[in-house]
């Protein structure tokens, strides 16, 4: 079972508690944080959503707690709850992980590969609601426009409907070349919320759309950029965080041409106590997280992040997913190029958002 899914389980508890009386009707949130527990936490996944809705509930975060935990534990997938601290539900799997999760053991670790696989470049992404709308509005200037057309493709992956626009008609560099769009521009009659970023100390057009986008996106809106010679930010090396998450990628995919040609494919399953696997598990996981953080802060640059995290994890983990010397293949090295293919969504999806190209050969 995955982050999102658990997400839907809680709602789920909520809404029966609700109907039953239980609760006070406090208004469902569109979704509920769901990820691994902290020091003191126990379980697979653990949440605090009862002291998010305890005031709004009139009741104790525990007493909250103690309602929710039986509702939970009749979840499909769910083994047990255990309550901790002032109301913190820690949430166990099944045995064999139900619908599976990220972050549980190699059970649920298949699953969330499954789970990867299934949905593909929409990994992360959620079904889209006609009621969720946003105007993102820029000053004719390069990084607030690149800013606004990344938080578009990232609000739509939410399921948001997004119109942008700006004070003025857009240099044809921006639409040409970093793949800017505008739905229309002109002053506006009514005052609008107005994107404003630190602006970019130079034009980074001449860096090309992958590093000039990269450039602009991975600092936070309230950073100053640094616009560096385009073979600093396309350098092949590894103090460079933008090789390194394309590197990662291709690597992925020669993992698949490789695995193809010792005659074997990926099928997600046991991993065999592979130790890098558990910190590839955890980025992958939190994919759906990152992606709705960024789009309620606005904050591309989280998702910059997330890719350095997923594409390090994947590379720590790789040595192990091919047969090594007259090695035959096995379930484990199915189970391995699976997980590795999973992190080579991530990777083409987050950058997919930013509008960066991830490279099969590099």
Request: charged share 25%.
């Amino acid at each position: 079972m995955t982050p999102v899914e658990l997400s839907r389980s809680v709602l789920r508890a909520m809404r029966r508690a609700v109907d039953d009386g239980e609760l006070r009707d406090v208004g469902m949130p569109e979704r509920v944080i769901v990820e691994r527990p902290r020091p003191g936490g126990r379980g697979d996944y653990a949440t605090n959503v009862a002291l998010q809705v305890a005031r709004a509930a009139g009741r104790p975060p525990m007493q909250v707690a103690e309602i929710l935990s039986p509702r939970l534990t009749a979840e499909p997938g769910i083994a047990s709850i255990d309550i901790t601290g002032p109301g913190f539900l820690n949430i166990t799997l099944a045995e064999g992980g139900g619908e599976g999760g990220g972050e549980g053991g190699n059970s649920s670790g298949a699953a969330l590969v499954r789970d990867v696989r299934d949905r593909g470049a929409c990994y992360g992404h959620v079904h889209p609601d006609t009621g969720a709308r946003h105007q993102l509005h820029f000053p004719r200037e390069v990084r607030a426009a690149v800013l606004a057309d990344t938080l578009r493709r990232i609000l739509r992956s939410q399921g948001a409907l997004v119109r942008v626009t700006c004070d003025e008609a857009p240099d044809p560099a921006l639409t040409t070349g970093l793949g800017v769009r505008v739905d229309a521009h002109g002053k506006s009659p009514v005052p609008l919320n107005t994107l404003r970023p630190v602006p970019a100390p130079q034009d980074p057009t001449p860096l090309g759309r992958d590093a000039a986008r990269w450039a602009l996106l991975y600092p936070a809106g309230h950073d100053r950029p640094r616009i560096e010679p385009a073979e600093q930010h396309l350098a092949q090396r590894e103090s460079n965080p933008l090789f390194r998450v394309r590197y990662a990628y291709a690597r992925t995919r020669a993992l698949s041409r490789n695995a193809e040609a010792l005659g074997f494919d990926a099928a997600p399953g046991d991993v065999q106590d592979v130790q890098e696997a558990q910190d590839l598990l955890d980025a992958i996981g939190d994919h759906p997280r990152v992606l709705a953080s960024a789009a309620r802060r606005h904050a591309p640059d989280r998702i910059a992040r997330h890719l350095i995290t997923t594409a390090d994890a994947f590379l720590a983990f790789q040595p192990s997913v091919l047969p090594r010397g007259d090695e035959k293949p096995l379930a484990a090295h199915r189970a391995r190029l699976a997980l590795a293919e999973a992190a080579g969504t991530v990777l083409a999806g987050g950058l997919s958002l930013l509008g960066i190209s991830a490279p099969e050969h590099l």
